[in-house]
């Protein structure tokens, strides 16, 4: 797919800027802390609803106003759809599509799909486990939008839950509405968190074999590259009844062993993980298991990824991760004129001449390629793209 | 930050559900500039909601008696009730004129984050009023979030035990909203496809 044309008011520094863009690579470019990581930003923000530099809404909009707009036209094949999103701070964002009344945001997820490459990236490698969550939990909106229902129902479930067990650990003993509300909330948390957990088990299972794949082909293929679901869910400490973290397990084990369980399976699972842990929960006052605790282990030959690759290896088994999404979102929908727009965001600066040529042959499979660089040098040749040159708050070819 | 009174007006409309500052500064000045009679109207109403307006001593509905009109309407259902979270639901559920039993009102739902648990809401009355009438069904109507489901759940499972037919609102209700939100129309569908829990 690719965008003709975006307009931004009041994202970012941009008071109002319209751009129209065309299939192949287009390169924005200009010094730094010029404006070009915001643009990358808003297109990535309107196909995921989530920045990927900041986790609440309000550096989004420009400074001092109320909210902000972004809008684009997405074509698909020979479809064209205008969408509208209104980013408004402490608020529920609201949008449009093709100018018809106004929807929840949330009801344009899976209308325009990009995958986007940043620097920080390298956090899906070196960060914490939150960040390889993350990764799971945006793929698997990107491939089913009502997933975006399932994370915000389990991540209010929990929040109430943790409250719920705060609360009877200030009251020094269990009371019989404390217990009798608490299997309440069990319910609620194991049947959103079971729907989570077989969610991001699929999405593994569909990204697997694609980073292994591409960090094949970004590197010389003498160490493959594995990613392994470690759940607090029916693990180790079931057993071990340990301090509620999923092991660091060796890489080269085998896959997790709640890939192949259904959801039902997975439901009785976390039960019965929740009733082991029940007296450390009350302890701590605080949901040690479930989806929230769990790891993705990230592994490069034998050695776990996490403390062990260098910095090249890093930076290859992140750009891996992005391009198995890639992958396996052209493999979900595979019509024409269906492709992810690739979006990369400074990326080439950081690497070697001949991950750059890499990088760019598998990035021309792409019906759109939107770059920002603040050396055009760095970028390929062969992307052969068009560049536009990004002043303070304007655009121009 | 205005003198004295003004902003004491203004900080007190700011403290309402629903009204931001800039709203709050809108009223009070709107006060400030209106007719003193229409002023003092308002004044006296919400002095009157405070000094007259009680708790329904059986379903915790507001009423300026003991016992609210719906209680004491001798046409009304005495074998269903219909379980809510607030007295403006039962004014939505009214609208849709579906339904012809009684209510309770629980005074809001399980909620550890604002600190309500079972024990702050009307659940104990609930269980005495079953325990004495002859109500055969309860409808659970709580809101459509995450907290009037868990609150459906926890009603559901402690209702099991006492042999009654418990139902819940058909789903179709807009998710994560508000009971009163509902049109009529959909909410007196939901009342017509209620699942039975147990
Ligand atoms: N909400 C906002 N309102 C106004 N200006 C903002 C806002 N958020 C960011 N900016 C400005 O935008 C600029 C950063 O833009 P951006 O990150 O796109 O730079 P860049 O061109 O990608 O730079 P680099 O080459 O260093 O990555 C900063 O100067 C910052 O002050
Ligand atoms: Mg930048
Ligand atoms: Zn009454």
Redesign the pocket.
């Known amino acids: 797919m690719y965008i003709s044309h975006v307009s931004l008011t009041d994202f970012?520094?941009y008071r109002q800027v319209d751009l129209e863009l065309v299939p192949g690579t287009t390169v924005f470019a200009?010094?730094?802390?010029?404006?070009?990581?915001?643009i990358a930003e808003a297109l990535g923000y309107l196909a995921s609803l989530s920045s990927h530099r900041v986790s609440n809404d309000a550096?989004?909009?420009?400074?001092g106003a109320d909210q902000a707009l972004v809008r684009a036209r997405v074509h698909r094949g020979d479809q064209a759809v205008g969408l509208e999103l209104e980013i408004t701070a402490g608020k529920a964002n609201r949008a449009r599509i093709n100018r018809a009344n106004t929807v929840r945001a949330r009801d344009i997820l899976g209308i325009l799909r990009t995958v986007l490459f940043a620097p920080e990236d390298l956090a899906l490698v070196k960060g914490d486990p939150s960040e390889r969550r993350r990764y799971l939990d945006d793929v698997l909106v990107a491939l089913q939008p009502h997933h975006a229902a399932t994370r915000s129902d389990y991540d209010r479930v929990l929040k109430q839950r943790n409250a719920l067990l705060k609360s009877a650990r200030a009251s020094g003993r269990l009371s019989s509405s404390h217990e009798s509300t608490l299997s309440v909330w069990d319910e609620h948390l194991v049947t959103a968190g079971s729907k989570l957990l077989r969610g991001r088990l699929e999405v593994l299972g569909a990204l697997e074999g694609h980073i292994a794949d591409a960090y094949d082909g970004l590197t010389d293929g003498s160490k493959p590259a594995t990613a392994r679901y470690m759940s607090t869910v029916g693990g180790a400490m079931d057993d071990e009844q340990d301090q509620g973290q999923p092991g660091n397990g060796t890489s080269g084990t085998p896959r997790s062993p709640l890939m192949d369980l259904d959801e039902g399976e997975l439901h009785a699972a976390f039960l019965r993980s929740l009733a082991l842990q029940r007296r450390k929960e009350l302890d701590r006052g605080l949901t040690l298991v479930g989806p929230h605790r769990d790891e993705l282990v990230l592994g490069l030959g034998t050695a776990p990824a996490k403390g062990y690759a260098s910095h090249g290896e890093t930076w290859s088994l992140a750009l891996s991760l992005r391009l198995a999404v890639y992958r396996a979102l052209c493999e979900d929908d595979s019509r024409p004129g269906s492709k992810p727009i690739l979006i990369l965001d400074?990326v080439f600066a950081e690497l070697d001449v001949s991950r750059r040529r890499k990088l760019a042959a598998v990035v021309a499979d792409a019906e759109q390629v939107i770059v920002?660089a603040?050396v055009v040098e760095d970028v390929p040749d062969e992307l052969n793209g068009r560049i536009l040159t990004?002043g303070p708050g304007t655009v121009s070819a | 930050m205005y003198e004295g009174a003004v902003q004491e007006l203004i900080d007190e409309f700011g403290r309402l559900p629903g009204i931001g500052p800039k709203s709050a500064q809108r009223i009070a000045f709107h006060i400030l500039e209106a007719d003193r009679e229409d002023m003092n109207r308002l004044a006296d109403a919400i002095r009157a909601v405070k000094d007259k307006v009680k708790f329904c001593s059986v379903c915790f509905n507001v009423t300026e008696d003991e016992t609210c009109n719906i209680c004491r309407d001798p046409r009304r259902d005495e074998t269903v009730l219909c379980v809510v979270e607030e007295s403006k639901d039962v004014m939505a559920v009214e609208r849709t004129r579906s339904f012809r039993g009684r209510y309770h009102v629980l005074g809001g739902s399980i909620n550890p984050i604002a600190g309500v648990g079972p024990d702050q809401l009307h659940i104990r009355e609930l269980l005495g009023r079953l325990h004495d009438d002859k109500i055969a069904e309860v409808i659970i109507a709580t809101d459509p979030n995450l907290e009037g489901e868990a609150t459906a759940t926890y009603l559901a499972r402690m209702l099991s035990t006492i042999g009654i037919k418990i139902s819940r609102l058909a789903s179709g209700l807009p998710v994560g909203g508000d009971l009163e939100y509902a049109d009529e129309v959909t909410l007196g569908r939901a009342f017509e496809g209620r699942r039975v829990m147990s």
Not at chain 1, 59 to 63: G, H, M
């Open positions: 970012r520094s200009g010094p730094n802390g010029v404006g070009k990581t915001n550096p989004l909009i420009y400074f400074d920002t603040a990004v």
